[in-house]
């Protein structure tokens, strides 16, 4: 139910180990908040992979192993495939806190973007996603403006078929988050 | 009413709970909470305990005070409370929790109880101590103080079940409806002690208002529940359960 950073961590050693080859593990979302210790567990791991093309297999087995042998229910799900993304998606990665780039061998491991993270979770906009994203503003991963006008630039391309309803509700979730984070932080400022 | 009577009323062993309903036995299993609405409970009491922490305005908790719904058998319509609910931990911790929150009260009762400022450090550790650990606690079942001995008290006397609804904030509006069968407890038992030390932890904060006399606890056990959250229909739908997990696919794979 609950998923620690040691067991992430573990599923990326296994991972790593089962896949001796070039690639990008991208941690997408919660799981990327608990390898950073900004939360202590998550109820999801969600990862991207980013592969050549005839290493597909091997490393999707090698994430079904290992999230299998870490007791992990492990979702591979690039949010390309879930909204248009915005210009960011490509080059917005971050590094892992005291993670070098050889650690895991050739496997690199990254936060996937984390205007596109924020985006892709206020879509699905459940409870937990409105977290996520006011912890990526709080931590100073996202800001507030260039996330609007990332979304501002990004509206035009989203229609039901594109983030799979109606782009009326997406915008009200998009306004319940900066309403949310506006009242955070005018806490923040009178305390 | 006799104490014992009271108290014997519920009766849950090996997950299964036996009560009196209408004259007849029955045997309800019991259930653990599902996670979104464990995670739910979970974060919201971190915001509250951050809120409080930096002392700051708690307008409602709604992870804490739902409505509770009971009724009993000549009732035309059921009677509805807001009502202060936690959680217990899970009977092989109970004792190790009960200790360091008792603990914790004995140490801010010897300040005056104005002294929240001094005090509340220790007093959200020790709350946190509690919820940090999300396998101790028992989802299965939910703790709360009774006090006025009014309508909800004779309702679950006459008929000890009961249904109580969690609405959370905007935008999302996370809402749960869970059914109990509902076991009353008398001050020694212990999870009366860790239900009324939990609260006691609070009682000065201006959210609460200051009770001192509660007569008995309920322990709520949970045999059903509905995840009521709103969503949007559309044509043909009953919601529009999208855009949630792309099940196994990659779509982005570099030449």
């Known amino acids: 139910m609950f998923t620690s950073q040691d067991n992430i961590r573990a599923f990326i050693e296994r991972v790593a180990r089962a896949f001796p080859n070039p690639g990008t593990l991208y941690l997408v979302g919660e799981c990327s908040l608990v390898v950073e210790s900004v939360r202590k567990f998550c109820t999801e791991v969600i990862i991207a992979l980013d592969v050549d093309a005839e290493y597909v297999g091997l490393l999707t087995r090698a994430v079904d192993e290992a999230a299998r042998e870490v007791e992990l229910t492990v979702c591979i ?3 390309e495939t879930v909204i248009p993304l915005p210009d960011s998606a490509r080059g917005g990665e971050r590094r892992v806190s005291g993670l070098a780039d050889d650690t895991f061998g050739p496997l690199r491991i990254r936060h996937f973007d984390p205007y596109s993270v924020a985006i892709r979770f206020i879509a699905r906009g459940d409870q937990p996603d409105y977290d996520l994203a006011l912890a990526l503003l709080t931590m100073g991963w996202i800001d507030i403006g260039i996330l609007r006008e990332k979304v501002d630039a990004l509206l035009d391309s989203f ?3 594109t983030i799979q309803q109606d782009p009326a509700e997406f915008r009200r979730k998009f306004k319940g988050l900066n309403q949310m984070w506006i009242a955070q932080h005018s806490n923040s400022d009178a305390a | 009413m006799d104490a014992e009577v009271l108290t014997g009323q519920v009766q849950v062993d090996n997950g299964v709970a036996t009560l009196q309903l209408r004259g007849e036995e029955k045997s309800i299993e019991v259930k653990e909470l599902p996670e979104k609405f ?11 305990y951050d809120a409080i922490e930096r002392d700051e305005y708690v307008a409602f908790n709604a992870g804490h005070l739902p409505v509770v719904a009971t009724w009993d058998e000549e009732s035309l319509v059921p009677n509805l409370a807001n009502k202060g609910v936690g959680f217990t931990p899970k ?3 109970i004792e190790h929790y009960l200790k360091l929150v008792e603990d914790a009260v004995k140490e801010i009762q010897k300040l005056p109880p104005h002294a929240v400022n001094e005090t509340r ?15 101790h606690v028992d989802w299965r079942r939910l703790g709360l103080l009774e006090i006025f001995e009014g309508s909800t008290f004779r309702n679950l006397v006459a008929n000890p079940t009961a249904s109580v609804l969690w609405t959370g904030n905007s935008p ?3 809402s749960y409806q869970v059914d109990c069968v509902v076991e009353i407890m008398t001050p020694d038992d212990p999870r009366y002690r ?9 009682e000065y904060e201006p959210f609460h208002v200051v009770q001192t006399i509660y007569p008995y606890s309920y322990c709520f056990w949970v045999i059903g529940y509905k995840d009521k959250t ?3 229909r559309y044509p043909g739908k009953r919601s529009d359960n999208t855009v949630n997990k792309g099940e196994g696919t990659i779509e982005h794979v570099s030449k």
């Open chain 2, 121 to 135: 450090d220790l007093r959200i550790n020790t709350a946190r101590a509690f919820y940090k650990n999300p396998d």
């Open chain 1, 77 to 79: 799900e690039h949010p």
């Open chain 1, 159 to 161: 229609s039901f078929d």
């Open chain 2, 230 to 232: 709103p969503k949007r």
């Open chain 2, 194 to 202: 860790f239900s009324w030390a939990m609260r006691r932890l609070f």
């Open chain 2, 38 to 48: 464990v995670r739910w409970q979970l974060d919201y009491k971190n915001t509250i």
């Open chain 2, 91 to 93: 009977d092989e911790y």
């Open chain 2, 172 to 174: 999302v509006f996370l």
